[in-house]
């Protein structure tokens, strides 16, 4: 079965420092991995996604991740954090090789960019 | 750029109650889905529609629910006698030919008092 884990519920950086929400998965074949943010009182909205190729994909709002095969990884980075990037964030995978089953979400990684 | 769009925005209902949650998905997507979330909880798998049929479901999707797809542009999920516990935020998505990502509306918050 797959599963998403975010070890951390709650990242604090400054304003203008690198950020990094961890997140690490368990598939049986090669992953879809996604990224999806969600502000206050809102729906997900997507981020950014690995399906295949490079393994560090860019994404909306200048987010960028890093598929680590080895490490089962797909931590989501910023060069430089906004204060308007406090938000809840959640990590999904999905195995594409298992017929239709659904996007499987972590817990979702709370973080607070202070000014 | 097209939206899954989901109504109501926030529904009270009483214990016992039935409730309709609505959602239109983008037109052209095929593959249709309903996710909560209780609040402060991570984001959890209800139902997974495709051509016209229920093509998985999660342990939580008990007799209580159903979806239906009434006229090839809404995407509708019933709750046919609601308790306390289900009372969460409901997202709706679609996905356009398998071809990720999905898609989600903003919610329906769902209050059962």
């Known amino acids: 079965a797959q599963s998403v884990a975010q070890p951390e519920d709650q990242v604090n950086v400054a304003e203008g420092n690198p950020l990094t929400v961890k997140c690490t998965y368990s598939?049986?074949?090669?992953?879809?991995l996604f990224w999806y943010v969600q502000y206050p009182n809102r729906g997900l909205q997507f981020l950014l996604k690995?399906?295949?190729?490079?393994?560090l994909v860019k994404g909306s709002y200048g987010f960028e991740a890093e598929f680590n095969k080895s490490q089962t990884s797909f931590h989501l980075k910023k060069p430089s954090a906004l204060v308007s990037d406090s938000a809840l964030y959640f990590c999904?995978?999905?195995?594409?090789?298992?017929?239709?089953?659904?996007?499987?979400f972590g817990k979702g990684t709370r973080l607070s960019v202070i000014a | 750029e097209p939206e899954v769009t989901q109504t109501p925005s926030h529904q009270v209902t009483q214990m016992g109650q039935e409730v309709i949650l609505r959602c239109v998905p983008i037109?052209?997507?095929?593959?249709f889905y309903w996710y909560r979330q209780i609040l402060g909880q991570k984001v959890e798998f209800l139902v997974s529609?495709?051509?016209?049929?229920?093509?998985?479901k999660s342990e939580i999707f008990d007799d209580q629910f159903s979806v239906e797809r009434p006229d090839g542009s809404n995407f509708t999920l019933k709750i046919r006698s609601t308790k306390l516990e289900d009372s969460a935020m409901y997202f709706c998505?679609?996905?356009?030919?398998?071809?990720?990502?999905?898609?989600f509306g903003n919610g329906t918050r769902l209050t059962v008092t």
């Open positions: 999904a995978v999905r195995d594409p090789n298992s017929g239709n089953t659904p996007l499987v």
């Open positions: 598939v049986s074949g090669n992953p879809y």
């Open positions: 690995y399906i295949t190729g490079d393994n």
């Open positions: 037109s052209n997507h095929l593959y």
């Open positions: 529609f495709y051509n016209n049929e229920i093509s998985e």
């Open positions: 998505a679609s996905l356009a030919g398998g071809k990720p990502p999905l898609h």
